[in-house]
């Protein structure tokens, strides 16, 4: 028997899609795309090591960063997958150093941008830990039927569209949101599909989890240092101990806070006090996800979305988890600023 209660992504999006009768349909063909790219990249996640894609690449990234050999085919996949769609008008991506404009005529008619991190967590490849794709989608600026511009890519979080991410893990899961919900989907690899398992998805406004890399203790300004100190003394709103949580993949880490309640930190640091995630396509998206499911994201003085960039590959700051834990985090780094 089948269960036609159970939605496959195509068919949320359409169903969606129903609910407005002038959309054009362009957006939820974009998602299709990405899902596409994510199952294709799953099949090599799984398999990666029975052939020759574990390991660098020899190569190092615009962020000076080794590159491993399934970046390279993420990056290219996804690269690929929304260059030959009908939704997308170009792409950013953290493997890129510029960005890309499709420069032929049914990209040019596009309406949105694409900007994503191919492989988040690329560095425990080798050690079979879980590992993600970050994506995000802006409406462009630049008129429809040109090609794209530079502005196109540095508008601030606040005007995305849709934010998404795929965690390959003990199952291979895909998490969007819209202004109207976050939405999780499961990939039933029986019939190949992404379907509805996570409906309208809510962080607690409170959690025990945090996760920081507590090895930089000693690196985090004092405020920071405080909201640890008080996570490690304090019990949580259920009467819970809170707990540290730290995979060392963001999207991991985040999925886990999304669904559970908690708070990820990845503060700057004295030797890098403007932090080290990347604001386009890394906090942008996740800051987008948290807040459309009640949660909170700051670089510890101001919100995330409202950063107007500099430039593509720009770093921040990021603070990002359930309300409650985030105006605790507010509190203790007011506490310790300058007067």
């Keep these: 028997m089948i269960n036609r209660d159970v939605k496959t992504l195509d068919e949320f999006t359409i169903q969606q899609l129903r609910q407005f009768p002038n959309a054009t349909g362009e957006l939820s063909s974009l998602l299709r795309d990405i899902g596409l790219a994510a199952k294709r990249v799953n099949v090599e996640v799984n398999k990666a090591g029975l052939v ?3 390991g660098d690449a020899d190569l190092v ?18 690269a690929g997958v929304l260059r030959h769609g009908i939704s997308c008008a170009g792409i950013g991506s953290e493997e890129i150093e510029d960005y890309i404009g499709f420069d032929d005529h049914v990209s040019r008619q596009s309406k949105y941008i694409v900007m994503f991190d191919p492989l988040d967590g690329s560095r425990n490849i080798d050690v079979n830990v879980s590992i993600g794709t970050i ?53 039933d690899s029986s019939i190949g599909e992404f379907t509805l398992s996570h409906p309208d998805m809510q962080c607690p406004a409170f959690g025990r989890i945090y996760s920081v890399n507590h090895g930089n203790y000693f690196r985090y300004a004092p405020g920071v240092q405080a909201y640890i100190n008080r ?50 396509y890394e906090c942008n998206p ?30 921040t700051p990021l603070f990002v988890g359930s309300r409650g834990m985030m105006a605790e985090l507010a509190a203790c780094l007011s506490q310790t600023l300058p007067s």
């Design 61 to 78: 990234n615009v962020q000076g960063e080794d590159v491993k050999k399934l970046d390279v085919y993420a990056n290219q996949q996804f």
């Design 231 to 280: 996570c490690q003394r304090k019990e949580a709103a259920d009467g819970g101990p809170y707990t540290q949580r730290y995979i060392g993949s963001m999207v991991s880490d985040l999925h886990r806070n999304l669904i559970k309640g908690g708070i990820f930190m990845y503060p700057g640091t004295t030797d890098m006090p403007g932090g080290k995630l990347r604001l386009m």
């Design 52 to 54: 020759d894609i574990l």
């Design 286 to 315: 996740f800051a987008f996800i948290m807040e459309v499911a009640g949660g909170e994201a700051t670089d510890g003085q101001q919100r995330i979305l409202e950063i107007q960039p500099q430039h593509l590959h720009q770093r």
């Design 135 to 187: 994506f995000t989608v802006y409406r462009r600026l630049s008129p429809i039927g040109s090609p794209v511009s530079r502005e196109d890519f540095l508008q601030p979080g606040v005007r995305q569209v849709a934010a998404g991410y795929i965690v390959y893990g003990s199952s291979t899961m895909m998490v969007y949101a819209t202004h109207r919900g976050v939405n999780g989907f499961t990939l």
